[in-house]
């Protein structure tokens, strides 16, 4: 027996559950199916790439909506657990891009023509994330007419109120003078930047002692919203390395369409009211 080896380690048993029936191992490791023939070898790094990037997708999603009742119950602190989790899968994801640097415009250019129309323009997790942030686009719906399942939880995500909803109730319950028209808004519409929240959020900005809970919170979601913009930024930057100018797979214009979206924000009064902060400094001083 190998020296590394413990007497009290288990072979599983037949009807055991064991690591690789817990996970579905055997499934999971099926459905990878690269279309290139002969199968060109950077194939397989694509299409795990992009199946862990909706894995971590739908670990956010799980995830925000643990914050959301966290908020509900008004437990910050709970919420602000959770969106460092959040945030911490975000910083993997952004850092991830590089593993798909390591191919080169030449490797993908071998398969590329396979998965056209194809395009992470199509990942419905990624829109749900959108919409739930509050980013409710409804002409997004139109490109999922072929995906029922996609469709339908970007609908159902459209329909609920979105983290911001929850994040204003949390606030108006703790005594903050949030506008009652915004506190019963129609949720089923896109989050409009508005002068009375930006107002609020300074006050706390203001004076971030006396605020702490809630100047802790928005932090936090500055740092998710942040994180989002990054993933933005190291995306576009890497489809400019591998495809220059060229469109997209999913008909777009590729890099120039990636670059009018990296002005998204989900709280723009969080990134507003900084311009309200301290006082100008004259120029020259
Ligand atoms: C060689 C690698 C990649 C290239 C060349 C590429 C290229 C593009 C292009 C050109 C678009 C614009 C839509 C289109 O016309 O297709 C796009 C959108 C998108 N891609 Fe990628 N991509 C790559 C990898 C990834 C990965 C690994 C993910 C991870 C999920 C991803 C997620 C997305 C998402 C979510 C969009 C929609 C962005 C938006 O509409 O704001 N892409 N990609």
Known sequence: M???LEEGMITPQSGMVSYSSYLKVNELLSLQKPLSSPVEHDEMLFIII?????LWFKQILHELNLAENDLQKGNAFAALKTLKR????QNILTQQVSILETMTPNDFNLFRSRLNPASGFQSHQFRVLEFRMGLKDRVYLKFFQTMPDGKLAMEKALA??????????????KGYN???EILSRDV?????PSQEIEDVFTTIYQNHAAHYEAYTLLEALCDLDQQFTLWRYRHVAMVERMIGSRIGTGGSSGVKYLASTLQKRFFPEIWSLRGRLGSEIPYGK
């Open 50 to 54: 992009h199946q862990a990037y909706e």
């Open 2 to 4: 190998s020296s590394y």
């Open 160 to 173: 609920a109120p979105c983290f911001y909803d929850h994040l204003v109730g949390f606030l108006a319950r």
């Open 86 to 89: 959040i945030t911490t899968i």
């Open 188 to 192: 089923t519409e896109e989050w409009k």
């Open 178 to 180: 949030i506008p009652a």
